[in-house]
T-cell receptor
Framework: KAGVTQTPRYLIKTRGQQVTLSCSPI?????VSWYQQTPGQGLQFLFE???????NKGNFPGRFSGRQFSNSRSEMNVSTLELGDSALYLC???????????FGQGTRLTVV | KNQVEQSPQSLIILEGKNCTLQ??????????LRWYKQDTGRGPVSLTI?????NTKSNGRYTATLDADTKQSSLHITASQLSDSASYIC????????????FGTGTKLQVIP
């Protein structure tokens, strides 16, 4: 059974650009959540999607957005990138809310 | 404000030795507590999940305990191996979904030969 797949694994962007990250959940999982991880802040919740609907949102600015497709794959978009957006972005999938979440390998974003 | 505090921040132990990592939380109400292991540059991997009624749960050489009254949890690693070198993250969830999830900043464990 394939795990959670995130693409790309590494990304370098310049300030002001936008970026789109992709997450393919485990087959049969309908919940996809996104997290930002930085050395100083640890893991922080961005948002969660279930059946194409955003159900929960963390405390991040509107530059961070996402969506989920009918096949449960999810994308996260960050517009007008700032240096502080450099982080490891993790995606996790689960069957339902509050069931065990399985994380992908993450996308390492560097903003220069 | 819901908080999850982990101690120590970092730890170095000799291969074969045991160690215990601590997690104190203020999340209330409480739904479940999870311990994750995260290797450098990789995504976290779930070790244990405990609900309010569970006091202890094991996963191989990893044993987690939970005292919901004092809001404390510990992760005990027995007979450590070099592959145990990683960050261990405590995650506490309240009822009501992902907005009620609070992450600890982790304990960085290094096992040396």
């Amino acid at each position: 059974k394939a795990g959670v797949t995130q693409t790309p694994r590494y990304l370098i962007k310049t300030r002001g650009q936008q970026v789109t990250l992709s997450c393919s959940p485990i087959s049969g999982h309908r919940s996809v959540s996104w997290y930002q991880q930085t050395p100083g802040q640890g893991l922080q919740f961005l948002f969660e999607y279930f059946s194409e609907t955003q159900r929960n949102k963390g405390n991040f600015p509107g530059r961070f957005s996402g969506r989920q497709f009918s096949n449960s794959r999810s994308e996260m978009n960050v517009s007008t990138l700032e240096l502080g957006d450099s982080a490891l972005y993790l995606c996790a999938s689960s069957r339902e809310e509050n069931t065990e979440a399985f994380f992908g390998q993450g996308t390492r974003l560097t903003v220069v | 404000k819901n908080q999850v505090e982990q101690s120590p921040q970092s730890l170095i132990i000799l291969e074969g030795k045991n160690c215990t990592l601590q997690c104190n939380y203020t999340v209330s109400p409480f739904s479940n507590l999870r311990w994750y292991k995260q290797d450098t540059g990789r995504g976290p991997v779930s070790l244990t999940i405990m609900t309010f009624s569970e006091n202890t749960k094991s996963n191989g050489r990893y044993t987690a305990t939970l005292d919901a009254d004092t809001k404390q949890s510990s992760l005990h690693i027995t007979a450590s191996q070099l592959s145990d070198s990683a960050s261990y993250i405590c995650v506490v969830s309240g009822p009501g979904g992902y907005q009620k999830v609070t992450f600890g900043t982790g304990t960085k464990l290094q096992v040396i030969p």
